[in-house]
């Protein structure tokens, strides 16, 4: 036990005085972090969320907050006040996926319009107008590419139209074809 100045100071008080500077001392730190060394922090988590599905800690945030867009993103939280550690990881998730490409494997998890998987933007912004005649907006690519079904069809389909182009400024012609 210590004095100073008529105050008494036992282990635990300097102690728990310790730890409360060393949390003063983290905030300090936190806040005076560059914000984009933060946001890098907040993106790796939610770029891990979306590439170790198998991570305890991954099926833990799936089973409380739910998933979303196929698995790559947990729900929104929606908690009625404060803001808990996972709400705001998951308020960067835009940030993670404007920078996203996906690779597509067995179809299930890609969207065919809304993901960026075939270029350098998603085929709903490439191609605006046939979008528009899409009823089924959100289809996934499984849904849309079937290659057991009309898969071969429709890859025959894009091969033939490979490589033609329209060209404005000329006129339709015909040519002969000796078939």
């Given at each position: 036990m210590l004095t100073r100045g008529g105050t008494m100071w036992t282990e635990s008080r300097l102690m728990e005085l310790g730890l409360?500077?060393?949390?003063?001392?983290?905030?300090?730190?936190?806040?005076?972090?560059?914000?984009?060394?933060?946001?890098?922090?907040?993106?790796?988590?939610?770029?891990?969320?979306?590439?170790?599905r198998e991570a305890l800690w991954n099926q833990v945030i799936r089973g409380k907050y739910g998933e979303d867009?196929?698995?790559?993103?947990?729900?929104?939280?929606?908690?009625?006040?404060?803001?808990?550690?996972?709400?705001?990881?998951?308020?960067?998730w835009k940030m993670v996926s404007d920078r996203m490409v996906f690779i597509v494997g067995n179809r299930r998890r890609v969207r065919f319009f809304r993901d960026r998987w075939c270029g350098d933007s998603p085929l709903c912004v490439s191609f605006p107008s046939l979008f528009a005649l899409i009823v089924e907006k959100e289809a996934w690519v499984t849904d849309i590419w079937d290659?057991?079904?009309?898969?071969?069809?429709?890859?025959?389909?894009?091969?033939?139209l490979h490589g033609k182009r329209v060209i404005e400024d000329v006129e339709d012609m015909v040519s002969w074809t000796e078939n």
């Open positions: 409360r500077r060393r949390m003063e001392l983290g905030k300090e730190v936190w806040g005076q972090m560059p914000s984009f060394l933060n946001k890098t922090l907040l993106a790796k988590w939610n770029w891990r969320f979306a590439n170790e867009r196929g698995g790559w993103c947990s729900q929104e939280v929606r908690e009625a006040h404060g803001m808990g550690l996972w709400k705001g990881i998951r308020m960067d290659p057991l079904a009309e898969g071969e069809e429709a890859e025959r389909f894009l091969e033939r």
